[in-house]
Nanobody, 121 residues
Framework: VQLQASGGGLVQAGGSLRLSCAVS????????MAWYRQAPGKQRELVAF???????NYGSFVKGRFTVSRDNAKNTVYLQMNNLKPEDTAVYFC????????????????WGKGTLVTVSS
């Protein structure tokens, strides 16, 4: 299974970006999907996840600004990010797990390469 994240870029504070994570080599409906991020000098942290059944949850710092969704027909997961702040600057990774208990940790089954999000003030 391979995950490919895209959609990062440079945006001004208050702007929006939509990240996509395309999954190949596997059926996305079988996996719980998550977005993580890692800022320079900081540990990787969970941004959001969506279970195979469609339930979602977010890191406390999101505060209603981000929305995670999945399109099983397209084998793709999305992260819509609105009202971006400079502190959201990070490399964003998508990840997949068969077991929901793995979400939040670093032992997800599959990781994609990250996409860089830079928010200027």
């Amino acid at each position: 299974v391979q995950l490919q994240a895209s959609g990062g870029g440079l945006v001004q504070a208050g702007g929006s970006l939509r990240l996509s994570c395309a999954v190949s080599g596997g059926i996305i409906s079988a996996y719980h999907m998550a977005w993580y991020r890692q800022a320079p000098g900081k540990q990787r942290e969970l941004v959001a996840f969506i279970t195979s059944g469609g339930s979602s949850n977010y890191g406390s710092f999101v505060k209603g600004r981000f929305t995670v969704s999945r399109d099983n027909a397209k084998n793709t997961v999305y992260l819509q990010m609105n009202n971006l702040k400079p502190e959201d600057t990070a490399v964003y990774f998508c990840a997949a797990a068969r077991v929901v208990a793995r979400i939040g940790g670093y032992d997800m089954d599959y990781w994609g390469k990250g996409t860089l999000v830079t928010v200027s003030s």
